[in-house]
């Protein structure tokens, strides 16, 4: 808020003068490059016809002290959503020559984001597939819970499950032990 | 030196300066004549093939493995790195395999790109693919295998992007690099911890050195490695994507050789997950998951090198999900047999796609039976080997893996997901089958469809001839480490064949609804999510470049400047001050008689005290 104010009050000092080595270029002298929020109608004006915008369609950048200017702010809308058919001066960009340059039109450009409508709303699909990987996340732990596996049990030996073979004595009678059921 | 020893190395070796010869070729600045891409570099895939065959028989005969160390790359106190070569059984039958299909490919690609102005520097990048990628095979360290690992990937995205002047190409082959680019983070991750705890790269020292050490992290590593090499689920939207690429480079790269670059690691690092079961979960999890939703993006396709780059991710799931239940070697007989039935549909779909002048859409196809007949039969076998047919050679190594989870002790919803997606690998496969070769002709008869060219039929015929018979030659002559469980119920012994053929003949019912439409079917909400496959890609694309980059140009352009001097600089300590100064001002009121009476006052009662 006291930027704005300040800005105000360079402005009316140093009307038509501007320092430094901005001073020195033709557009900067005319005021073409240095610009600032605009207020009135005469700078809106001014601002649409040097971004090539008609001044129904021009709408500065919210002024929070970033220091946007008066850049327009233009539909965030990707370079993919444009009409693919449509006889653009550079087809590739889908862009025609002297176009107002979205601020962020690196991040739209074919290969990056890309804002075209999506068959089903954002929500949904956001709820389907997280939906998806929690419920397998959820299964996986079920299945690790209850395994498959194939039925297995101690092994049967012969006489008497080795009584003699494993130490024990000839006089002493074996427990009798089972390991099936038929 | 033993003359086997001798004949073994060197010829392996001499395979290498076979390969590389035509590359060094191209490095002067003669022109190359017009018919180097098939007299240099397809016989010189051609001779290394036949080369390798000397000593993969010698392999086979005397069961000899071979580990060359060449040249110190460099020492340091605690850690050497050489250039050393692993001749192990792994590498030795996986080298004349990819070495065949190579050689068909390229023979293939002199057909499919005969048309391309640069088709000389599409073989050339073909070939230094195929140089990185048996580096990557052959290597005895990680170093070496990283050299592989970043060549393959580098060839991916040139290749991907071959028509570069097509912006999707562009963007497909950003995705392969990016995703890849995760997935070396876990490799690189793994490589340090390996350096910094065990101090070797080298495969047998960290094998022996590693043996009472906890190895789950350097294992998640190498995990997120195969992740973003072999397309498991959470990385995989660039293997569909990867499609915009020319159909050879479909066929080699993401099909039959880079692609099972990630299993291949970690089949050679299996040793080292033998004894960790949370990796071993991981791995088992993680490739169930994948197969199945990848399988579920298959059915729904309409491109048919959609549809097949889909199987692709599902059967390297399906490797993945081997690798889980510690059997490597299946995984690693998976990747044999899978790379001649992958390649023969690639290659098979290339030459309709020609054929129909660039049609890829398999609602526009049909009646390719009467039309191309070789090409329709191939692509039949290449299907009915994938879905695991009995005797031909996928069924050789699906049908061991599928006994295997079977028999296991196995986390059940990996098992169900497993068998599930062997059913839709029949009924997308039938799909493909019925949209494009059975019917009548869905495209205008203006294209001259025909298989004259040797250069299509050669090629189809070998890899016909290793679909068929690939898997029992590598089945017959190699030897299973582990033990297969061979006695099972027969319910578990048939489920595999069971559910494919309960698949193929839903599918086959769903076909032949096609052709009768009762009513309206409606649009339900799996349709939405297989058709716009699961909708990672919409969700992932957008929102995590956005959030990305917008911050970024915000910190580069405004915050940093903000920061320093309105925040936390000159604006800031303004801004502080401020309140306090006109605190401290509002404070000081001015009223002079009141504080001297009070300091009057004050006086008083203090002498008064001090005085009683």
């Known amino acids: 808020m006291a930027g704005v104010g300040f800005q105000r009050w360079v402005r009316t000092l140093s009307k038509g003068k501007i320092s430094g080595i901005s001073g020195l270029l033709p557009a900067c002298r005319s005021g073409e490059i240095l610009t600032y929020f605009p207020i009135n109608i005469g700078e809106i004006a001014a601002a649409a016809k040097k971004y090539n915008i008609r001044v129904e369609d021009y709408k500065p950048i919210a002024d929070n002290g970033e220091g946007y200017g008066d850049y327009p702010q233009l539909p965030d809308r990707s370079q993919q959503d444009r009409d693919p058919a449509y006889q653009w001066d550079h087809p590739d960009l889908r862009r025609n020559w002297n176009e107002p340059m979205h601020w962020d039109f690196d991040m739209f450009i074919r290969n990056r984001v890309d804002t075209s409508p999506t068959v089903v709303p954002w929500s949904t699909m956001c709820k389907q597939l997280f939906g998806f990987v929690g419920f397998m996340l959820f299964m996986f732990y079920l299945g690790d819970k209850f395994p498959a596996y194939q039925p297995v049990g101690p092994k049967q030996f012969p006489y008497n499950n080795l009584h003699l073979e494993r130490g024990g004595s000839p006089d002493v009678e074996p427990e009798e032990v089972k390991n099936y059921e038929i | 030196m033993h003359p086997t020893t001798l004949m073994y190395t060197s010829s392996l070796l001499l395979m290498f300066a076979v390969l590389l010869y035509p590359l060094l070729v191209t490095f002067t600045s003669l022109p190359l004549n017009n018919d180097w891409a098939s007299s240099h570099a397809k016989t010189a895939v051609k001779s290394a093939f036949l080369i390798s065959l000397a000593p993969l028989s010698l392999f086979l005969s005397t069961g000899m493995e071979a580990m060359t160390s060449s040249w110190t790359w460099m020492v340091t106190t605690t850690l050497d790195i050489t250039l050393s070569f692993k001749f192990d059984h792994y590498s030795i039958i996986f080298i004349p395999i990819a070495l065949y299909v190579t050689w068909s490919i390229l023979e293939f690609a002199t057909w499919y790109m005969h048309s391309d102005p640069l088709m000389n520097r599409f073989f050339k990048y073909l070939l230094t693919f195929l140089v990185a990628m048996l580096i990557l095979v052959s290597a005895n360290n990680l170093f070496q295998l990283f050299i592989g690992w970043e060549g393959v990937g580098i060839m991916s995205f040139l290749l991907i992007g071959w028509w570069h002047g097509r912006a999707d ?43 009472n050490l906890d190895m789950t992290l350097p294992l998640l590593g190498l995990i997120l490695a195969a992740t973003g090499k072999s397309a498991q689920f959470g990385l995989h939207p660039w293997l569909p994507a990867a499609m915009e690429g020319p159909t050879p480079v479909s066929a080699l790269l993401h099909s039959s050789t880079m692609v099972v670059a990630g299993i291949f690691l970690l089949i050679r690092m299996s040793p080292l997950m033998e004894n960790n079961q949370t990796a071993l979960t991981l791995c088992l999890c993680l490739g169930a998951l994948t197969t199945m939703f990848t399988a579920t993006c298959a059915l729904t396709q309409n491109d048919i090198k959609k549809i097949v780059a889909f199987s692709t991710s599902s059967q390297l799931g399906l490797m993945m999900v081997t690798i889980g239940l510690n059997q490597p070697q299946l995984a690693f007989l998976h990747i044999c047999t899978h790379a001649f039935f992958k390649a023969m549909l690639f290659l098979c779909s290339g030459s309709v796609i020609h054929s129909l002048n660039d049609e890829q859409d398999i609602r526009k196809m049909g009646g390719l039976h009467h039309l191309a007949p070789f090409t329709s039969s191939c692509l039949t076998v290449g299907s009915l080997a994938l879905t695991g047919t009995p005797f031909l050679a996928g069924f050789f190594s699906k049908d061991a893996i599928i006994e295997a989870l079977n028999t296991s002790h196995v986390n059940a919803w ?90 193929l003949l839903t599918a086959l019912e769903l076909a032949t609804l096609t052709s009768k439409q009762f009513k309206v079917t409606p649009l339900r909400t799996p349709h939405h999510f297989s058709t716009s496959l699961g909708f990672v890609p919409a969700i992932i694309h957008r929102q995590i470049p956005q959030l990305s980059l917008l911050l970024g140009q915000k910190i580069a352009s405004q915050m940093v400047d903000q920061t320093w001097l309105e925040k936390t600089g000159p604006k800031a300590i303004a801004n502080a001050t401020t ?34």
């Open chain 2, 169 to 211: 190409a562009n963007t497909a082959a950003l995705q392969a690099v990016l995703y890849n680019r995760v997935g070396d983070i876990g490799l690189i991750l793994g490589m340090a911890w390996l350096a910094t705890n065990v101090n070797s790269w080298d495969i047998q020292q960290m094998f022996i050195l590693s043996k």
């Open chain 2, 414 to 503: 990996a098992l169900t997901l497993t068998l599930i997606a062997t059913s839709f690998t029949a009924i997308y496969s039938l799909r493909v089958i019925f949209f494009v070769t059975m019917g009548t002709p869905r495209f205008l008869p203006l294209s001259p469809i025909n298989e004259n060219n040797p250069a299509v039929i050669n090629p189809l015929k070998r890899l016909a001839w290793g679909s068929i018979f690939g898997g029992l030659l590598v089945m017959l002559n190699i030897n299973l480490f582990k033990t297969p469980v061979l006695t099972m119920p027969a319910e578990l012994k048939l489920a595999a064949l069971a559910v494919s053929i309960l698949g």
């Open chain 2, 579 to 612: 309140p306090l100064a006109s605190a401290t001002s509002n404070m000081q009121q001015g009223l002079i008689k009141t504080y001297l009476t009070l300091f009057l006052m004050t006086l008083v009662l203090v002498t008064l005290i001090s005085a009683t």
